[in-house]
Structures are given as structure tokens and as C-alpha cells.
């Protein structure tokens, strides 16, 4: 019999077995509904997930938007918590989130780049990832925000908590890697409430990134390059 919770709590996973062990291991499973979105690891992940008996679901697609629709859609409650897995980001910020939403807001952002957050860019010279975040926070800013809202900094950190419901009626893209975004523009555009909290990021302690910065920061731009010239069209 399915255990109805009031919160549930999805964990992304493409070979995080290392972050997923850790996450599980301190994570209050008393609190939250928690099932995996995987990508179809091939480190041993979906073996723990069964010996644990964890829930899980393995993408039939690995590209990012399809993972948050398998999650929505997953998801026991109306309330939905998105974490990665990969020992950058405190834990505790899933309850920080878990307590905003239960405050009433539509969508809860995290930030890295707000005082008292922390990029793993911070302490570089050069700072590309950090920089380019930071423009589409300007560009999204300028083409989206109305008076009486408040600005997103982060548009790309993909740990997060919304509303299903409200989720739903955005109708972010099946395919593609711009879901975190769209969903930034959307909560503007349609005028639903939302806040940031900001985080402290560090660097990854194993394994490499699943979204390589040039590759994955083009197919942005073409988003919003299109995103832009429909809305100025329309």
C-alpha cells in the first residue's frame, strides 16, 4: 500500500551512486517521500536503488526536461522537491524548501548568487559558468520580471521545490536541458509566486558533470533566442 505523504522528495541521478549513498544516508525519510529519476546509471546505482528498495523510475530519454515531467508525474503529492545528488549542497536545504512551500509559495528557487550563497566559481579568477548565469538572470529579468515582482539571480540551479499543479500549467518543453529556466521564465510570465534561498555550493568531491558548459550552455541560447523572438512576435 502506497504511503501518502505531504511532500515528496525526487533525487536526479545519471552515476551519482556516491552522492546517492550519502543524500539517503542523512536525508529524514520520515519527512519525505523519496524516489529516484534516473538516467540509466551504469555504476551501480539502479543494484542500491533495489537492494535498498528505493523507488525508482529509469528515463526512457536522458535529456533533463523529460526527467522533471517523470517526476511530476510520479509524484505522490502536490507539493514536489528536486534535489542533485552530488554532495555540492547541504542537505538541509530540502527542508528549507519544504518549509517555503508550506508557507503557500508556487515555486522555491535556490540561489548561488545571493549574499549569503556561494558559487564553487567564487574563489577562480575567471568565473564563465557563475558569468553566464548571471545573464540570463539580466536577460530573463528585462523580458519577463513585471513591476511587482521579485528578480530570480539563478535561473540554472536545479535544486528546487514547486506546486505540481502550478508546475503543470507551465508546460515546460518534453525534451531539451532548459526546464530550470523555463520554469523561471513561466513563474514570471504568469505572474505565480515564488522565492529564492540562497545556498552554499561547493566543487564536486568525485565524478564529473553531466552537463558540459559549452554543449549544454548553447542549447540555452537557442531557447532563449526563440523564446524571445516569439514572445516579441506575439
Known sequence: MKVKKKIDLCLFSF?????LKYTLKYINKKKFNIFVVDANSNDGTIEFLKKK???FYIQKFKDYNSAYLIASKKSYSNKLIIFHPKKTISIKT???IKQKLFQGFDFVFTTRMLKLGDN????????PRKWFVLFLSIVIDIIYRKKNQNKISD?????RGFDIRKFRKIRINKNGVTADLEMCMMAMKKN???IEIPVKEKSRSYGKTNFPALKTGSRILIFLFFSIIKKILN
Open 94 to 96: 530540502v527542508y528549507l
Open 53 to 55: 528498495k528505493i523507488r
Open 120 to 127: 564553487e566559481e567564487d574563489s577562480k579568477i575567471l568565473k
Open 15 to 19: 552515476n551519482e551512486l556516491e552522492g
Open 155 to 159: 535561473p540554472l540551479h536545479g535544486i
Open 192 to 194: 505565480l509566486s515564488f
